[in-house]
C-alpha cells in the first residue's frame, strides 16, 4: 500500500505543478521555489511529517521535501543551541544534496561544451 500512497503523492505534486505551468506564465524557477516553501511551510505546522509516514519515499522524492528538510534540521538546532540555531542547522540534513549537485554541475561543466 505505501508503493500506491508514494506514487500517488508525487503523481499528485507533478499534477499541480503541471497545471500551474501550464495556465500560468510562472516559469519552472518560480515553480520549483513555490514547491519549497510549501514544503517549509507544512513543516513548521507538523503536516509534512505525516505526509512522510504515510506515503514513504513518495514524500521525501519531491522538491517539497527540501524545504521539509531546511526546517526541520532548522528547528532541531535550535532546540539544541537556542535561536543561533536555526541560521547554524539549515543546512545539516541537506548539505551531502547540495554538495552533490554543485560536484556535478562542475564536473558537467567541464565535460561537456555549453551551447551559446
Known amino acids: 500500500m505505501i508503493y500506491i500512497n508514494a506514487f500517488l503523492f508525487c503523481g499528485f505534486i507533478c499534477l499541480i505543478s503541471q497545471l500551474i505551468l ?3 506564465k510562472l516559469t519552472p524557477g518560480h ?5 519549497v516553501v510549501i514544503g517549509a511551510s507544512l513543516d513548521l505546522f507538523g503536516i509534512y511529517d505525516k505526509f512522510v509516514l504515510y506515503c514513504g519515499a513518495g514524500a521525501i522524492i519531491p522538491i517539497t521535501s527540501f524545504g521539509h528538510l531546511l526546517v526541520h534540521g532548522a528547528m532541531d538546532t535550535a532546540n539544541d543551541i537556542g535561536p543561533l ?6 543546512f545539516n540534513l541537506t548539505s551531502a544534496g ?3 549537485a554543485l560536484v556535478m554541475g562542475f564536473l558537467m561543466s567541464v565535460l561537456f561544451k555549453p551551447k551559446h
Open 98 to 100: 547540495i554538495s552533490v
Open 31 to 35: 515553480i520549483t521555489s513555490l514547491f
Open 85 to 90: 540555531g536555526l541560521s547554524f542547522g539549515i
Open 22 to 24: 501550464d495556465n500560468t
